[in-house]
Nanobody, 120 residues
Framework: QVQLVESGGGLVQAGGSLRLSCAAS????????MGWYRQAPGKQRELVAA???????NYADSVKGRFTISRDNAKNTVYLQMNSLKPEDTAVYYC??????????????WGQGTQVTVSS
């Protein structure tokens, strides 16, 4: 069994910063890509940022230059540093990991989500 536990969400004023963390635990053999998605009310879930096992990153155009994704492979943890936050960044943020479990099957796993609210 695999768990992804997120932390770091909250309420912040426009222009402020937050740092999200997501730790993966359980029957993990290896982790491939990890990423952050978000879903605002009435909208589809969208990719915010992703990072490969080798450290390659990609970002949604709307967050480029403001958000930074990173990972600590030793801790099976991915981070999202969010700076210059805007009200339109308000959403539930979900952590995602594509990983191999100890039975050697591969799958996508999701965290429970953490609310980020940016006030104007």
């Amino acid at each position: 069994q695999v768990q992804l536990v997120e932390s770091g969400g909250g309420l912040v004023q426009a222009g402020g910063s937050l740092r999200l963390s997501c730790a993966a635990s359980g029957s993990i053999f290896s982790i491939n890509a990890m990423g952050w998605y978000r879903q605002a009310p009435g909208k589809q879930r969208e990719l915010v940022a992703a990072i490969s096992s080798g450290g390659s990153t990609n970002y949604a155009d709307s967050v480029k230059g403001r958000f930074t994704i990173s990972r600590d492979n030793a801790k099976n943890t991915v981070y999202l540093q969010m700076n210059s936050l805007k009200p339109e960044d308000t959403a539930v943020y979900y952590c995602n990991a594509n990983l191999v479990v100890t039975t050697l099957s591969i799958g996508d796993y999701w965290g429970q989500g953490t609310q980020v609210t940016v006030s104007s």
